[in-house]
C-alpha cells in the first residue's frame, strides 16, 4: 500500500472498509445516513492487509474500518460514527432526551463490545485452531443469540420500538443493529423468529436508501456476481 496519509488531502473523506465487515458496514450506513460523499479504500482483511505498516498508522488495532477527513485520522467505527454526529449534526443520530440517548448507546454497546467482537475472524479463526472445524458456527450463533436476547427484551421493556429501535427516525441504535442482523440472518443463519422486533427492524433498514447503498454485496471490493 502506498503511504495512506499522504493521500488524505482536504476533499473527500476517505473509508478505508472490507466489504463483508460489519464495523466497516455500520460506518457505510452512518455516512450514507449523513449524505457525506467519501472515497472508497478496500482493505483486504483476508489477506492481511490490516497489518500493513502504513494501515497500522490509521488503525493500531489492526481493524477495519479507519476513516481519513482532513487531518482527522480515525481507527474506530464506534469513535467514527460519533465524529460525523458531531461533525454533520443534521439528520441527528442521538436524541435530547437523555433516556433515549443512553438507550441508544447501550443498544449500540451491546452490538460493538457485547456481540461483534465474539465472532471476529481473529476468534474465528482461533475456535477452529483449537477446538476443531466447524465449531466456530455453534459459538457464534450462541454470541449473537445472547446479545438479541438483551437487546429484543430492552426494547421491548423500554415499549420505545417505533419504525425504528428507539423511534421512528433512524438513529444511532439502528445504526449499530442494521449490519449485526443482517449478518446473523446471512451469515450466520439465526433463527430470527425468537427475535420478532429486530427480524421487523431488519425488513425496515433493508427498505431504506441509506442501508440498501451500505449493504456488503454493493461494495466495490465484493466479490463479482459474475
Given at each position: 500500500m ?6 488524505a488531502a ?8 472490507y466489504w463483508?465487515s460489519?464495523?466497516?458496514h ?7 445516513f449523513k449524505g457525506?460523499?467519501?472515497e ?5 482483511l ?7 505498516p ?6 493500531p488495532?489492526k481493524f ?11 481507527g ?5 460514527v460519533?465524529?460525523?454526529?458531531d461533525?454533520?449534526p443534521n ?6 432526551d ?7 448507546h ?6 460493538s463490545?457485547g456481540i461483534?467482537p465474539?465472532?471476529?475472524i481473529?476468534?474465528v479463526?482461533?475456535?477452529?485452531q483449537k477446538v476443531?472445524?466447524?465449531e466456530s458456527?455453534s ?8 446479545g438479541f436476547?438483551?437487546?429484543?427484551n430492552?426494547i421491548?421493556?423500554k ?8 423511534g421512528?427516525?433512524v438513529q444511532?441504535a439502528d445504526?449499530f ?10 451469515l450466520?443463519?439465526v ?6 422486533t429486530?427480524a421487523?427492524?431488519h425488513a425496515?433498514y433493508m427498505a431504506?436508501p441509506?442501508f440498501q447503498a451500505?449493504?456488503?454485496a454493493?461494495?466495490?471490493d465484493?466479490p463479482?456476481?459474475t
Open positions: 502506498a503511504d495512506m496519509e499522504a493521500v482536504a476533499g473527500r473523506p476517505k473509508l478505508y472498509s463483508r460489519s464495523c466497516s455500520r460506518v457505510r450506513i452512518a455516512l450514507n457525506v460523499d467519501y472508497y479504500k478496500a482493505v483486504n483476508l489477506k492481511g492487509e490490516q497489518s500493513d502504513e494501515f497500522v498508522k490509521l488503525n488495532m477495519a474500518p479507519a476513516l481519513i477527513d482532513d487531518d482527522a485520522v480515525i474506530d467505527s464506534y469513535a467514527i460519533l465524529y460525523l454526529e461533525k454533520y439528520p441527528p443520530f442521538l436524541p435530547q437523555p433516556k433515549k440517548k443512553a438507550l441508544n447501550q443498544i449500540a454497546n451491546i452490538v463490545s461483534q465474539f465472532q471476529n481473529t476468534v479463526r482461533f475456535i477452529e476443531g472445524a466447524g458456527v459459538w457464534t450463533q450462541q454470541q449473537i443469540e445472547r436476547t438483551a437487546i429484543e430492552l421491548q421493556l415499549g420505545c420500538a417505533g419504525k425504528y429501535a428507539t421512528d427516525e444511532l445504526v443493529l442494521a449490519p449485526q442482523i443482517f449478518s446473523a440472518i446471512e450466520t443463519k433463527d430470527m423468529s425468537n427475535y420478532p429486530l421487523r427492524l425496515e431504506h441509506a451500505a449493504l456488503p454493493r461494495q466495490p465484493a463479482s456476481s
